[in-house]
């Protein structure tokens, strides 16, 4: 029976995707995984791989075709019975042998069940690849379905992945340090428990010889993006020249670009010969003062290096306005005194300050619903639930878990979730759709003793709260009579920064005073 190949979603908020090229044509062979077509979003273009090996059957949408997701784009053949597969192989004249043998092998099973493939997981709607960190098993291990076998790194997230069936990992494809495309094949979990014979080493063909120079070849399509062969097509670059860093040497967006920053490097002229007349020998010259040491250069970490990528793009993106509001927490500081006891006794969990600061958040952004918008294109999208992220500081980098349709929530909840996700942040244990979809991000500097900070934005969101350190300070208070006086006061700095494309300074205004208001004249039961 024909396996319907369908329009991919290449994230949350795509609903449809144009075809722009096909690979393929019907009744060509393909292996699984192979790319099939060529697609573009308004977020990425993508090459979209074969789910099964097989021949190409019905191609249904035409290449120029806008689509919607899950719309079966065309149809493939699977591959034969083992006896049958090898008499339908089509194998190309110019296929070297080696590359022969291989094709025949995949396309005859194993006598053996085959065993079930670990791929890449996609770690939220914006990400298209992963690094793997560390392999927490090694060939031979058994392991037990849903227990860790490996740590990966993404620009969202930190986090374990674990096996999807019970078994003995039999093949490590992956090895720690790469960095691969979402559904890359990175191991393989056999059904057995014993450790697999090792596998003869298959000989690699023959390199062959450098085509000429060419933005890009037939070749380099098989380790390129459309993007990655547009910005090279635009620019005049020779792909070959080009090394990839991604999966099998695939050429990424940041390979290219940095080729182009760079530029290639001319290899040293040789050393001409020394003249066969010796001359006298110089005056030694004195020794030269090494130079200090520099200090140590460190790579990036896989997710250092991407929140530096974000952090400059939403500079380049939003005109950053950032405006302090000084808020009086006295009311607040008694309460937390009084019950935060009671109030662990009662619910299992602590009484911190961030719950009172979110459900202020909150409060204000039900409001001001322009704060908790985004801009998209030439529009402005009002978001209809209020999804509070909360930035968590790790060893390893900064992540955001966002707290789903907040406005919901009551005192306690938020509380319970504010605890939970900051524990499973810590240790790796956040899901995909737990670090996407925030509309709001509040960040809370102030536990390091700071005034107050000019938070950057989290695209595509319109604000971020930043929080400020928590001090006594004498204030001047005025009673209901109109007499001042001076009074030991607990003073918090909040610092909204917002987009100026979107949001006025009298919204933002508007926004901290009702937030203010609620903190100063606090009134909510806690539960």
Known sequence: MPTDVIMPQMGESITEGTITK??????????????????????????????????????????????????????????????AAP?????????????????????????????AEVLMPQMGESITEGTITKWLKKVGDTVQRDEPIFEISTDKVDA????????????????????????????????????????????????????????????????????????????????????????????????????????????????????????????????????????????????????????????RTSPHVHTVFKVDMTRIVRLREKEKNKYEQRNGVKLTYMPFITRAAVAALRKHPIVNAAVQGDATLYNKNINIGIAVALDWGLIVPVIKQCEEKSFLGVARSIVDLADRARNKKLAPDEVSGGTFTLTNSGIFGEQFGTPI??????????????????????????????????????????????????????????FKAYLENWSEDIG
């Open 22 to 83: 096909w690979l393929k044509k019907p009744g060509d062979v393909v292996e699984r995984d192979e790319p099939l077509f060529e697609i573009s979003t308004d977020k990425v273009d993508a090459e979209i791989p074969s789910p099964v090996a097989g021949t190409l059957g019905e191609i249904k949408i035409a290449e120029g075709t806008t689509v919607q997701v899950n719309t079966v784009v065309c149809t493939i053949n699977e591959a034969g019975s083992a006896a």
């Open 87 to 115: 008499a339908d192989l089509k194998i190309d004249s110019v296929t070297p042998a080696a590359e022969a043998v291989a094709a025949v092998e995949a396309a005859i099973p194993a006598p053996e069940a085959a065993g």
């Open 160 to 315: 374990e992945i674990p096996s999807p069936i019970a078994g003995t990992l039999t093949e490590i494809k992956v090895p720690e340090g790469s960095t691969v495309t979402i559904n890359t094949v990175v191991a393989i979990i056999g059904g057995g428990k014993s450790a697999p014979k090792a596998a003869a080493p298959v000989a690699a063909p023959a390199a062959p010889a450098a085509a000429p120079a060419a933005s890009a070849s037939a070749g380099e399509r098989g380790r390129t993006s459309p993007l990655v062969r547009k910005i090279a097509g635009e620019n005049n670059v020779d792909l070959s020249q080009v090394p990839g860093t991604g999966a099998s040497g695939r050429i990424t967006k940041q390979d290219i670009l940095g080729h182009l920053e760079g530029g290639a490097k001319p290899a040293a002229a040789a050393a001409p010969a020394a003249p066969v007349a010796v001359a006298p020998a110089p005056a030694k010259p004195a020794a030269p003062v090494s130079a200090p040491a520099p200090g140590e250069l460190v790579p990036m970490t896989k997710m250092r290096s991407i929140i530096a990528q974000r952090m400059v793009e939403s500079k």
């Open 457 to 514: 934005i989290n695209q595509p969101q319109a604000a971020i709260l930043g929080i400020g350190g928590l001090n006594k300070e004498a204030e001047v208070i005025t009673d209901k009579d109109g007499q001042e006086s001076i009074a030991i006061r607990s003073i918090q700095r909040f610092t909204l920064g917002f987009d100026h494309r979107i949001v006025d300074g009298a919204d933002a205004g508007k926004f901290m005073s009702d």
